[in-house]
Every structure is written in C-alpha cells, then in structure tokens.
C-alpha cells in the first residue's frame, strides 16, 4: 500500500525522497543552474508544448498503439496490453526525450549538442534530432563500445554526428559520459548537453521523466477506450537506467489501484559477479551527479555491471526508481539474460514482434506476476529488436 505521506515526485532541491540532488563540479555549475532555472518556464510555454506535440505526432510516428495481445494473454490468463514503443521513429521510446531537449536547447540559445552513449541508441536518437534541427552533434563513446556497436556507429555519421572515442578508464559508457561533461564544461555558452536516460543532476532526471511521461498519458486514454478504465493493475518496464519505465509508471505513481512493476537486468544471476541489477546489488552512491543506488566496492568503486542487453548495462539507476524500490511503491524483478531470451522467444512467436532484448526482460515477468482474469497488464514494450537480431542468432542458434 502505498503510504499517504510519501511522494513520488521530485521536490524543490530535485530529490526524490533520500535520491537526487546535483553533485556537480563548480565548473559544471553555471551550465546546470541555467537549465534548472528554465526548463519548467520552456516546457510549460504552450508554443513549447505544441511544437513537441507536433513533432511527436508527425516525426515519431504518435501515440504509438496500445495492442492487446491475445496469445499472450491466453497463455497467461489475464488481460496483457503492449504499449509499442517500438514502433517510434529510428525503434524505441529514446527519440521522444530527445525531441524535447532538443527544443529545450534551440529556446536557450544553444546550436551545438553534445552526448554520450552507451550501445549507441541514445546516440543515433540524438543524431537525429540533431539532423532534423540543423545542429551541430558530438557524440562521446567508450573506444571499446565503437568497436563493438559498429553499426550504431555508422548510423551517427550517416546522420552528420561527430563520434569521438573515449578512451579513458574501462573505455566504455562511464568514460563516455565524463568526457561528455569535460567537453560541456569547456562549451558553456552554445552547448546543450542531451542526457538520454532519468540520471545526472537535477533537472534532468525530472526533465527526461517529464518528456517520457507522454507514453502513460496516452496509455491512459488508450486504456479508457479500450477497458473502460484509464489505469491497469500492472504496468511493466524494463529499467536500465529508467526512462521508458519513468515514463510509462508517471501518471500511475499516485494511482494506488496500480502496482509499477519493474525489469531488471541480472545478467547471468544476482550473485554470479555479472549481473547489472542495481536495486538487489546497489548502495546509496554518487554517480554522475546525482544521489542513487550504484554497483559499487566497498571503498566505493563503481563495479563494470554485465547485461546480454547494452542498454541495461548500467552500474547506476535514476534517482526516481532508487525511490521507487527502497519506498516498495515499485516491486523490481531481477531477470536473467536466459529468461529474457525466452520472453523474447515468447513474444516473438505468440505475437508476431520481435521485442529488443532491453524489453524482452519486461516479458520475463509474466510468469512471475500471477495476475488474474480479470486483471489489466501493460507491458511497455519500449523498443524493437533489429539491432539485437545477431545476438538472438547466436544465442538462440537460429542458423545452426
Ligand atoms: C536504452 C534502452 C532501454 C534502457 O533505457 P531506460 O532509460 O532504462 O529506458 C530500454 N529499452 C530500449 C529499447 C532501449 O533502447
């Protein structure tokens, strides 16, 4: 149940219960204070809204569809509905934070961006925002990443971005992300820097939530016209850092008749020594400006997490969920790279879409849920699996 005088939303100083805050270096001060000081003003402007809205609808190709999906539901008696972020432009729900910071940094003035990535999907979202809006694109990715994301890599300069490796620590998204903030530091004046997930300081996890929270907006009147009835019982998301699962539980966190249910990556268990399941392994921490629960050492070293999915491979977890677990608002699954290849098997073969695998942990949750006949479950399905068709080949042996 949830407790009446608990929040769910950040407050003045940008905390989420004990999570949040800005841990910045005096540098990066003025930078953030500026976004902070506007990015409620810009996002409320009405010209503001209904260039988002528009760009949303005719560019990312929404709302995306609410579709009940009825072998899955027979299968698990009850009354599964996919949220099919999937279906967005350039295939997941990263394009519609993008968008909107995109718009944020053209009303501060800012004509270049900088950001970093990870698998490169946050990358390739930025690159083509960046496209669209005639800016210019620097993107920062661990020197290993680039070897290992090559296809992301050719799409970012395909679409006119700069990739610059960083070769720095463990060559990978930690570094990418400090040199991103380096490169901010010594570009104050002309550059935005678009973070791709609910983390870094405040305002951006509340700033990203806010953009993403268009898929539980529509998700509720989806539902009306589907079930009579705007919220579900259950609402699913896989979480790597938490967006598309901020942004599908965020019209929900104060609805009590809902439980937010949440996906992580255990990699191959909890307890194996490779797993990113931040919730089950983390400790309150700083990492990358803010207050959360982090994959750390005892002397406070952040640990490399493994996931099969890059885009859940994250030692840390936005400041919103850090909340969400430790309040018990949100319950967290722990998934293996086993089982959310058989989810992944599973909505292929029974629905016809083959889900990334970030979201194939979503459906590994069904067989734990227990949800009943006449219940409501929405699986937000938060993007497509093309990019991981190699590692489904491999693992699943489809060409043995
Ligand atoms: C990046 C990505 C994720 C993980 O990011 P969140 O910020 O946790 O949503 C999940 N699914 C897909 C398809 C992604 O590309």
Known sequence: ?????????????????????????????????????????????????????????????????????????????????????????????KVNNTIGQILVAKRLGKHKIVAETGAGQHGVATATVCALMGMECIVYMGAIDIERQAPNVARMRMLGAEVVAAKSGSQTLKDATNEAMRHWINHPVDTHYIIGS????????????????????????????????????????????????????????????????????????????HSAATTFLGKPGVLHGSKSLLMQTEDGQVIEPYSISAGLDYPGIGPMHAHLATSGRAKFYDITDEEALEGAVECSRLEGIIPALESAHAFAVLGKLGAGADEVVVINLSGRGDKDLATYQKRLKLND
């Open 198 to 273: 609910v983390v870094g300081p405040h305002p951006y996890p509340d700033m990203v939530a806010k953009f993403q929270s268009v898929i539980s907006e529509e998700i509720k009147v989806q539902l009306m016209e589907k079930e009579g009835r705007d919220y579900p019982d259950y609402v699913i998301a896989c979480v790597g850092g938490g967006s598309n699962a901020a942004g599908a539980f965020y019209h929900y966190l104060d609805e009590p008749r809902t439980a937010l249910i949440a996906a992580e990556a255990a990699g191959q268990g909890v307890s194996t020594g």
């Open 1 to 93: 149940m949830i407790q009446e005088s608990l929040s769910f939303h950040v407050n003045e100083e940008g905390y989420y219960g004990d999570f949040g805050g800005a841990f910045i270096p005096e540098m990066l001060y003025p930078n953030v204070e500026e976004l902070r000081q506007n990015y409620l003003k810009i996002m409320s402007d009405p010209a503001f809204q209904a260039e988002f809205h528009a760009l949303l609808k005719d560019y990312v190709g929404r709302p995306t569809p609410l579709f009940k999906a009825e072998r899955l539901s027979a299968k698990y008696g009850t009354n599964i509905y996919l949220k099919r972020e999937d279906l967005c432009h350039t295939g997941a729900h």
